[in-house]
């Protein structure tokens, strides 16, 4: 499958559980696409919010959780920054109703532009923190 977006090298943050976890989203969102370009709109709808909502909850926890277990100090910001990505991506969720791939496709390239912008600017700052204080 061709890949709508994609995970580039400049978004890793070195903190390899969260890089991974970075990387499924992405492809969970593509896969998202996929399923609306080939008609399946209930299977995409389903997909959706039975598996990505669950898994952006997942993530943004765990990745809270790291922030405080390596004492980083913009842990509370960054926290508040998660909350518009809840609701970003919420709004993601009412393109998939239409069942118009290309309405969803726009929708998903601004929700990643938001994302790749969280996880460029936001993210990468645990990764460089805990790579100072040598716990990576
Ligand atoms: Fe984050
Ligand atoms: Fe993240």
Redesign the pocket.
Known sequence: MKELIQLTEDLLTGVEEMDKDHAELVSMLNHTYQLLYEGKKQEAEEFFQKKILWYVDYH?TR?EKFMESIGYPERER?RK??EN?RRVITDLAKHIETGNPNAFKEALALAWGWLAG??GK??KRYGEYAREKGLI
């Open positions: 943004l990745e960054h920054a998660h990505f969280h996880i936001v993210d």
